[in-house]
């Protein structure tokens, strides 16, 4: 029988019992739901409404339902509606009237957010200190291979040639701002409901400061209404899952175009490729597909969130039993990616030879030309315009610019003297751009110092996050 029967004269069907449970989904907290129940109870205890033997008794029943689902022995009932009502259930039945005095001052509303609560700060631990892993070893590789010059793009054409390490810098600095955004949502997360009761708070003289202690929230949420029925929280996870999905997205469309026999510029590991079953040649790059196509779910997690909120009232609606499903799921997802992203970068072979050639083709010097003459007191559109004839006469005589004498040169302009030739290797073009924030080489090394600097900052962070959350309940 339901916790809540008493006002009914009969109980839902079975078919209705299904629909409405949440349990298949919430009995993965259940670690956050016994935490948040011994800190209820410490805290009646310490304000005199439990007896001392009451929170002993319920402490010590709580603690071996943990044991049991621990081990797989806990039998989940479907009658029970969700994890709160199965542990309260068994309590119950374990210890008698002390377990059913356990909800005196709160509400399911009020337990129900304290268990996401709990469970999405859980779940960010992971997404953040996986986000610094998988930045770390961008930084790793971008030390490993610096010098190789590449290609770098823009309309998918080849416009100027770059360091590989520069390329690859740039996805650490979205990674960052990924983590930014993780720390963020815990933030958000890290305020305790516990207490609010339906909605309106309770009577009882209870201690909301001592059990958002006790779960190790950084505070109670001020309002007893914004407590049951926030989820912002959750979205907040889902949007730093949902950008963190698309720059994965983006690397893995690089990966695979690289990886391709147009390009040779990368071979996948096999341990992250796989066969076809047809043609005995193929090294396909699915794990990067995968997580390219993963990544339209994880936005349909969060919009789904979104069109849930946007139109409930004040406080609980049972329409927030869908907050929890999408955003495990993200968050889960996410992680999977980040570390099959670390395993591709951190095992793939680097084709720096191939990528060099390429970086010399497609007159990739073109705006080097443009900026020589333009350094000898030429208006820079004037210099556009003759480098463009210059590539148009190329294209014609199907040659490169690298291939032009320094006589060709000076049919175009005068101000061409005989050193412009020296000027269009890949090697020189990238090394001429030490600009903060530029590819040369100089500008990438302080760049990777910079990186690896804030990798630092980001460790102690992690590692403080982590302290602060070690031995707590549900932690």
Same mark, same amino acid.
């Given at each position: 029988m339901a916790?809540?029967?008493g006002r009914f004269e009969q109980s839902v069907s079975e078919f209705t019992q299904r629909f409405g449970a949440s349990l298949p989904v919430d009995k993965r907290m259940y670690k956050q739901d016994i935490a948040g129940s011994i800190a209820h109870a410490r805290m009646l205890g310490r304000q005199g409404i439990l007896s001392d033997t009451d929170v002993e008794h319920i402490e010590v029943g709580l603690l071996e339902i943990e044991h049991q689902i621990d081990q797989g022995?806990?039998?989940?009932?479907?009658?029970?509606?969700?994890?709160?009502?199965?542990?309260?259930?068994?309590?119950?039945?374990d210890i008698g009237a002390a377990g059913a005095r356990l909800h005196t001052g709160r509400s399911r509303n009020d337990q129900v957010a304290t268990d996401i609560r709990l469970y999405t700060k859980h779940l960010l631990m992971n997404l953040i200190s996986e986000n610094y892993s998988l930045r770390k070893v961008i930084v790793r590789a971008a030390r490993k291979n610096f010098g190789t010059i590449m290609p770098g793009y823009t309309h998918m054409q080849h416009a100027q040639p770059v360091l %590989?390490?520069?390329?690859? /810098?740039?996805? $650490?600095w979205m990674f960052s701002r990924d983590y930014t955004r993780l720390m963020a949502a815990y933030q958000a997360a890290d305020a305790s409901p516990l207490g609010?009761?339906?909605?309106?708070?309770?009577?009882?003289?209870?201690?909301? %400061?001592?059990?958002?202690? /006790?779960?190790? $929230?950084?505070h109670p949420v001020p309002n007893s209404m914004d407590a049951v029925s926030d989820r912002d929280y959750l979205i907040d996870l889902l949007y730093a899952c949902s950008m963190g999905m698309m720059h994965l997205s983006r690397l893995c469309e690089e990966i695979i175009t690289w990886s391709t026999t147009e390009f040779g510029f990368i071979t996948l590991s096999d341990a992250y490729s796989t066969g076809s079953?047809?043609?005995?040649?193929?090294?396909?790059?699915?794990?990067a597909e995968l997580t390219r196509g993963k990544t339209g779910r994880v936005y349909g997690d969060l919009m789904g969130l979104l069109v849930t909120m946007k139109s409930l009232p004040l406080a609980y609606n049972k329409d927030l039993q869908e907050c929890k499903e999408g955003a495990?799921?993200?968050?889960?997802?996410?992680r999977d990616a980040m570390i099959c992203m670390e395993g591709m970068i951190d095992s793939w072979e680097v084709h720096s030879h191939q990528m060099l050639a390429e970086a010399g083709l497609g007159f990739t010097a073109a705006t080097d030309v443009a900026d020589y003459l333009a350094k000898r007191g030429l208006p820079f559109r004037k210099a556009h315009e003759i480098v463009g004839r210059l590539v148009l006469y190329c294209e014609r005589h199907r040659v490169g610019l690298e291939d032009l004498t320094a006589e060709e040169f000076q049919k175009f302009s005068p101000l061409f003297g005989k050193d412009v030739v020296e000027d269009l290797n890949p090697e020189g073009i990238v090394r001429a751009r030490d600009t903060y924030g530029g590819t040369g080489h100089e500008a990438v090394r302080l760049q990777m110092h910079e990186a690896s600097k804030l990798l630092k900052h980001d460790r102690?962070?992690?590692?403080?996050?982590r302290d602060k959350s070690e031995g707590r309940p549900g932690a």
């Open positions: 916790l809540w029967s022995k806990f039998k989940w009932n479907i009658n029970d509606e969700d994890i709160h009502m199965a542990v309260e259930s068994e309590l119950i039945e %590989f390490s520069h390329h690859l /810098l740039a996805y $650490f609010a009761a339906a909605l309106a708070g309770t009577t009882y003289p209870l201690d909301r %400061f001592y059990t958002a202690e /006790l779960l190790g $929230f950084d079953s047809i043609m005995p040649q193929k090294k396909n790059p699915d794990f495990v799921d993200a968050a889960h997802t996410l102690r962070q992690v590692k403080a996050l």
